[in-house]
């Protein structure tokens, strides 16, 4: 490569972050496009996607809970069903369904983010018996995980 290029570039990413950012997504993020999609489609942050994706499963499309739920954003096998996914393995259908489930939830509790997660992770019954976060330790420490790396992953 010519140096003259090389030096055009280098100086192009000191003075664009945001592309740097963007180059850094997609090595850091595997399925950033379909993070990106998923985003766009439901209306939610892409940085809240990856921090629901990271608690979740740490990224591992095969991960499997104690419980049964499945893939990046731990779908239980009934709500993959309900939310027409054949495979929830599949990293497409997994980060799409469980992207939906979560705007559903945001919209079932008014935009209410703390809830919407208590209820990801403890369900919307759990919630409303409660009426707002339920006072389980595993609930609460998810919903403190999330909004951490949704934090983290907002600066990108």
Do not use: C
């Not at 496009?33 to 990271?54: D, G, T, V």
């Not at 929830?88 to 979560?102: D, E, M, S």
């Amino acid at each position: 490569m010519n140096s003259k290029y090389f030096i055009l570039i280098l100086f192009a990413l000191l003075l664009f972050p945001k592309v740097r950012a963007d180059i850094y997504d997609f090595e850091k993020f595997p399925h950033q496009s379909i993070i990106r999609h998923a985003s766009f489609q439901h209306h939610i942050p892409e940085a809240l996607i990856r921090a629901l994706i990271k608690v979740e499963s740490n990224f591992n499309e095969s991960a499997v809970s104690q419980v049964g739920a499945q893939g990046l954003m731990q779908i239980m096998p009934q709500t993959a069903l309900e939310l027409g996914v054949d495979n929830p393995f599949n990293p497409r259908q997994n980060i799409l369904a469980g992207t939906r489930y979560f705007r559903d939830l945001l919209n079932q509790f008014e935009g209410n983010l703390e809830k919407a997660l208590a209820a990801y992770n403890a369900g919307p019954d759990a919630v409303e018996k409660f009426e707002g976060v339920p006072p389980f330790k595993e609930t609460k420490k998810f919903i403190k995980l999330v909004l951490h790396y949704y934090k983290k992953y907002s600066h990108f």
